[in-house]
């Protein structure tokens, strides 16, 4: 034998690891005994933690006894969307689903596709809880798990004083980098970070403590551990902002934990004996970089056991994990640091008490869980396997609609039905494509109509079809609003009996089920039709006394007879449940035909046949007409003033229009006054003006209204003074209700009249010019507002408007000046100060698109421009002047032969910085867009003013050459511009 090798033979043993697979039928509960949660884009952070949450056993517990009302939407309610969630993680086979749980988030499927941190959320939910559990049995029962205590305090070092202040905390963010950056590259435990935690600091010098009585006096700084709760998290802060790249990064230095960890020596005083000894119970994971990446969890799922029984929780995969996998895989730190490299390490680690094991991981069983929740989720359960099955056969099945003749006479209102009906279950059927024709008829007796006889007895009944369609006004050419109405009648004989209704219905198939009626002889039965020379007619009646127009019944006659001729016909339909009562007399009868909601026609000759083509707007079945008694009603009181009037009639919502693209709400009244009315939409727009004002108690001549975009519903332009006295433009031309974009009443929509308050009449507003100014203040605080000087007015005008909107300094000079700024990346940069004579025309004419005018109140320094003085151009960008410019330019006044040192010093008491912040600016002279030199400070640099270009005070700088003007560049690192944190930016919010 020689090593290895024995009779030659080499006998190797090979340890053989691989993951669990995705997207392969891996059986999670086989192999584990738990399932995974199914994963919606990027909500494998949030699974994370609601896997934490599962096994923490008091809080599952704890959550099962939150009281749901049986009503209780489950979309709506987290509290009953997370019981669900467990309930199925500890009965389900599959991956359970998280969809209904997000959605009481108050969250909308892009919600689910955005990155978010797992501790945010962590925090998030738990908070959201814990206020559910206000009033409750287990009131306190998160407090009682997570919430810990410190205490932070001050102790002076010379005399008897000392400050403390507890604070309770639910989680600990710890550092995995010593605070020694001698030892950033090596190994930091998680002991270490705890005492770095809690290291204590002297504070002395210039940073003494204020001891009240005892004056200003060195003194020590920490925070002491006060109380450790049953579980305990830790954060550890891998996410880190990186001063050299000027951006956030995620750190992967080594950050040793153990399973076990004794905290008994952080605790000061712990007069109860508690033992502080914590077991570790899961790893949550994040593998990634800063702007994503991807979250599992190690969860020990037998912390009370001998042996530790670690898994993996990654989506919908679990699978079995040894101590390595699960603790000291996920240490970091053996790859080196590489920009953009993608880490895998420990986030956040959850440990137990060792003394509340067995009450934080108690037994939980289904005698835990109340018996109408899980009568309710297996209920729940059958209903989605039955939708599922529904779906998956849901191409042998079509959507049958039946609307019966008491469906239409309950109906008020345009057409014959309304289409929200059309969901109800008495009226909407799911019948096999395959269903013959013979069948459907025996379906409308037998289930529609309740047993009427058999088919080989009598038909008692006639089916027709419903239609949608529009009609073309010959005359105007356009289209009139979609509308249904009866076309065919559906036959059942020899050729057809055993048709299915997918091919002779369609594929939404509305029918009606017409019924026998009382004849005029006095007999009970069908009308008689004939298809070829009748048409089925629908009737209805205006009725002036309960001011409401109704179905009566329907009228089978011939296409060449008159409407004179079926008057008798049609007062039978209405005084059919009183015969006995006494007919008006026929030629008091006045007809009309409802085309459209839009249009019903007045029908002026009802002699003529009804083939002619005066008569019906369209001669085919399903007409709808509608007449009344003239004796009864009036010229102001009669159908057609009725449907007019329902017709023109909307709700609206009166708002102000906050769209600082179409015009700043800084005004003379900037707090929004938002209302609601109901108005016509024939009214003039003069009258409708006078009715906004009045519903917002304001000046109507002072009111400015917005025509709407045709779809989009977004005001446009401004209503004009010759729009106001035109008769013909009316409230539908301002909501843009023309052409193809019609009312259509029967969607009850809400319209959207937008107004703005303004100092002047709209009269005047032909003899005003509207601008938009930024207002600049002495803390560099910038409000936009809307002004109106004199269209030929000269810059003292637009001073003069601004003033009364200015917050002018306190000890200021009171004097305005208008200056002429650039407004993009690359020119933020005040450009030309504006004399106040000059023409608002050329002030216009010298502010294009991409530039801006600020109202600012004039420094003390610069009220007077001495021969040696020059207004130096002062700015901030971020490496190039050519695309980072921010933030905001200025004016700063410097004399000829000045130091740097002392325009810097300026320049710091101007900007408010620190002499620490102000360290970090380098100072350029730039031209245009492009860096001259950077100034070196140490070499007292001095200002020359023939080095700097001409800019002209009293008067407007040539546009054409702003490209070179010389200008001050402050170049720093733009804070304002937040991290790019990309998918992870947007806050977490619970919205329910």
């Not at 008829?441 to 009427?452: K, Q, T």
């Not at 027709?464 to 356009?478: G, L, N, P, T």
């Not at 002699?607 to 009036?634: H, K, R, V, W, Y």
Request: with cysteine; glycine share 4%; net charge negative.
């Amino acid at each position: 034998m020689n090593g290895f090798i024995e009779n030659d033979t080499i006998t190797l043993a090979v340890h053989v690891y691989a993951e669990a697979p995705h997207g392969v039928a891996w059986d999670s509960r086989k192999h584990t005994g738990f399932v995974g949660l199914k994963n919606q884009g990027a909500t494998c952070y949030m699974n994370s933690i609601l896997q934490t949450f599962f096994f923490t056993n008091k809080l599952r517990k704890a959550l099962y006894q939150l009281e749901c009302s049986p009503e209780e939407d489950p979309e709506l309610s987290v509290a009953l969307s997370l019981q669900r969630v467990f309930y199925d993680l500890s009965h389900s086979d599959k991956p359970v689903g998280t969809k209904k749980l997000t959605k009481s988030f108050g969250w909308d499927s892009l919600d689910s596709f955005l990155q978010h941190d797992v501790q945010e959320l962590c925090r998030v939910l738990l908070d959201n809880l814990e206020k559910k559990m206000k009033g409750t049995n287990v009131e306190d029962m998160i407090p009682t798990l997570f919430k810990g205590k410190t205490s932070s305090y001050c102790k002076c070092i010379q005399v008897d004083y000392e400050s403390s202040r507890e604070e309770i905390f639910y989680d600990i963010q710890l550092s995995i980098r010593s605070k020694d950056p001698s030892k950033h590259n090596t190994s930091f435990t998680i002991m270490e970070a705890i005492q770095d935690y809690v290291e204590v600091e002297t504070m002395d010098g210039e940073n003494k403590y204020d001891a009240g009585e005892f004056g200003m006096q060195p003194a020590l700084r920490g925070t002491r551990f006060v109380y450790f709760p049953p579980i305990l998290q830790f954060q550890l802060m891998r996410f880190q902002f990186d001063p050299n790249l000027e951006s956030n990064v995620k750190v992967n230095d080594r950050f040793e934990f153990t399973d076990v960890l004794d905290l008994n020596e952080f605790v000061r005083d712990n007069d109860e004996g508690i033992d502080f000894t914590y077991y570790l119970h899961a790893v949550l994971v994040h593998s990634g970089d800063f702007h994503g990446g991807h979250y599992v969890v190690y969860i020990n799922t037998d912390v009370k056991g001998k042996m530790a029984h670690w898994c993996k929780f990654d989506d919908d995969v679990v699978s079995r994990a040894s101590f390595r996998d699960a603790v000291v895989a996920n240490y970091g730190g053996e790859d080196p640091e590489v920009l953009g490299r993608i880490f895998t390490n420990a986030y956040m680690l959850v440990y137990i008490r060792k003394d509340q094991l067995d009450d934080v991981l108690c037994e939980v069983t289904d005698d835990d869980i109340p018996p109408e929740l899980i009568e309710r989720f297996e209920k729940d359960k059958t209903d989605e396997e039955n939708l599922k099955k529904e779906k998956q056969d849901a191409h042998l099945y079509q959507n049958v609609f039946f609307i019966t003749d008491e469906l239409v006479k309950q109906h008020r209102g345009y057409d014959l039905f309304d289409v929200k009906i059309l969901e109800r279950p008495d009226v909407h059927r799911r019948l096999e494509k395959s269903t013959t024709l013979e069948k459907l008829f025996n379906y409308v007796r037998s289930d529609i109509l309740n047993g009427a006889k058999r088919m080989d007895e009598d038909i008692r009944f006639r089916l027709w079809k419903f239609a949608e369609h529009s009609v073309r006004d010959e005359r105007q050419h356009i289209m009139s609003l979609p509308r249904f109405r009866v076309t065919d009648e559906i036959f059942l004989n020899e050729e057809n009996y055993q048709k299915d209704i997918w091919s002779c219905l369609g594929e939404r198939a509305i029918i009606y089920v017409e019924r026998p009626q009382m004849r005029i002889d006095g007999t009970f039965g069908l009308m008689s039709y004939n298809c070829n020379t009748d048409l089925m007619i629908f009737v209805k009646y205006y009725d002036p006394s309960a001011k409401e127009i109704r179905v009566i019944g329907t009228c089978c006659v011939h296409f060449q007879a008159s409407l004179s001729e079926c008057q008798s016909d049609f007062l039978h339909l209405l005084y059919v449940d009183d015969p006995d009562k006494p007919l008006p007399d026929p030629s008091k009868l006045r007809f009309y035909e409802e085309v459209s909601p839009e249009k019903v026609k007045t029908i002026e000759s009802p002699s003529l046949p009804f083939s002619n083509d005066l008569m019906l707007n369209e001669l085919q079945d399903g007409a709808i007409l509608i007449f009344e008694n003239t004796d009864l009603t009036s010229n102001t009181d009669n159908a057609r003033v009725y449907t007019d009037s329902i017709y023109n009639t909307i709700e609206v919502d009166i708002l102000q229009n906050d769209d600082i693209s179409t015009f700043p709400c800084a005004m003379v009244d900037n707090t929004p006054v938002n209302t609601t009315g109901t108005v016509n939409l024939q009214w003039r727009i003069d009258r409708l003006v006078e009715y906004v004002g009045e519903k917002l108690q304001w000046d109507p001549n002072r009111l400015m209204l917005w025509r709407l975009a045709a779809y989009s519903e977004k005001p446009t332009h401004a209503v004009n003074e010759s729009q106001l006295r035109h008769g013909s433009f009316r409230v539908k031309e301002l909501l843009s209700l023309t052409g193809d974009a019609i009312h259509d009443p029967r969607k009850q929509k809400r319209y959207k009249i937008y107004y703005n308050k303004i100092p002047i009449s709209v009269q005047e507003l032909d003899k005003r010019k509207q601008m938009r100014v930024t207002m600049l203040d002495d803390k560099f605080n910038c409000v936009e507002a809307t002004i109106f000087p004199d269209k030929l007015g000269t810059v003292r005008n637009i001073l003069e408007e601004t003033k009364p909107l200015f917050r002018f300094s306190e000890n200021g000079t009171g004097k305005l000046r208008l200056v002429l700024c650039g407004a993009t990346n690359s020119n933020r940069r005040v450009m030309a100060i504006f004399g106040e004579d000059e023409p608002i025309t050329a002030v216009m004419k010298a502010s294009p698109q991409a530039f801006q005018l600020r109202v600012e109140e004039t420094p003390a320094d610069q009220m007077v421009k001495g021969i040696h003085d020059h207004f130096l151009a002062v700015a901030h960008f971020e490496k190039t002047p050519s695309e980072r410019m921010f933030g905001v330019p200025f004016f700063l006044r410097v004399s000829e032969g000045e130091s740097f040192l002392d325009v810097r010093e300026r320049l710091r008491q101007r900007l408010d910085l620190t002499e620490k912040e102000i360290e970090k600016y380098k100072f350029a002279i730039v031209t245009g867009t492009r860096v001259n030199r950077y100034l070196d400070l140490d070499q007292d640099e001095r200002v020359k003013i023939s080095d700097l270009s001409h800019l002209r005070f009293g008067g407007i700088s040539e546009m054409r050459g702003a490209q070179h003007i010389v200008w001050l560049g402050l170049d720093h690192f733009n804070r304002s511009k937040g991290s790019e944190k990309s998918r992870v930016e947007k806050a977490i919010v619970i919205h329910n």
